[in-house]
């Protein structure tokens, strides 16, 4: 991660049934608001202050103020104070408020795939109906879209096919200034560990997923391979 975003260690995500996902061993279910704040103060004073664009990552829902143990708006609040003026955030679709805030804001949200069966399989809890609704009559963000490749038991052709699909429909969204495509990574401790370590899950060739991605000319369309739920947190006062 670069000074122009901070990764915050929070409580653990309150849906928790996502089965790529590998954030909760990088969450603390003891976290306490002073905690918080205390990895804000850390990182103003590792870096002399805040960017103008600033990124808050918390494994899970920033706009839960239960997972995050303080509230959305007290850190809109400082970080608008300590000179930010343009915010990106994660979230999932329930917790986000449809009202507009102080600052302009990204709101990250992540889909994985537009196939209702396949988001009911990973156990995501909504789908691309959803996100379509939440894009359409939430214009008060500007949204960005997570598509994974291949995060579900199924065989190469169909991955790609629906990975490719994913890609384009999540691109017709409104109000989506970007769609990231990530590639999927049997995360440690995760179901789609086990399910690789049974050999009932492997991921999508490197190769299809470049052939896929490069094939898209809508600058909008972003990529990663990088190994994910690897991240350096803030120390708290617990870890010094």
């Known amino acids: 991660m670069d000074k122009n975003t901070i990764c915050l260690r929070v409580r653990p995500c309150r849906w928790g049934r996502c089965i790529f996902c590998g954030f909760k061993k990088d969450t603390d ?38 997972q995050m143990q303080v509230s959305w708006k007290d850190v809109i609040k400082y970080l608008k104070e300590n000179g930010v003026k343009k915010l990106r955030v994660e979230s999932r679709p329930e917790f986000i408020p449809n009202e507009k805030l102080e600052i302009e804001m990204e709101v990250c949200v992540g889909l994985e795939t537009a196939f209702p069966n396949r988001s009911k399989e990973i156990g995501k809890g909504f789908d691309f109906e959803d996100v379509k609704k939440l894009v ?97 947190f803030p120390k708290s006062k617990k870890e010094k």
């Open 29 to 66: 279910p003891e976290t306490t608001p002073e905690d918080i704040w205390e990895q804000f103060k850390t990182y103003k004073e590792t870096y002399g202050g805040y960017p103008e664009y600033f990124r808050v990552f918390n494994s899970g829902s920033f706009f839960d103020s239960e």
């Open 136 to 232: 359409s009559e939430n214009r008060n963000f500007e949204y960005i879209i997570y598509i994974l490749a291949k995060p579900y038991v199924t065989d190469n052709e169909t991955a790609i096919k629906e990975f490719r699909e994913s890609l384009e429909q999540s691109l017709t969204l409104p109000n989506v200034i970007q769609v990231h495509a990530m590639y999927c990574r049997p995360a440690k401790g995760t179901k789609l560990n086990k399910l690789w370590n049974e050999k009932k899950w492997s991921g999508m060739p490197l190769k299809s997923y470049y052939e896929v991605v490069k094939s898209f000319k809508d600058p909008r369309l972003t990529f990663d391979v990088a190994m994910p739920f690897f991240v350096n």
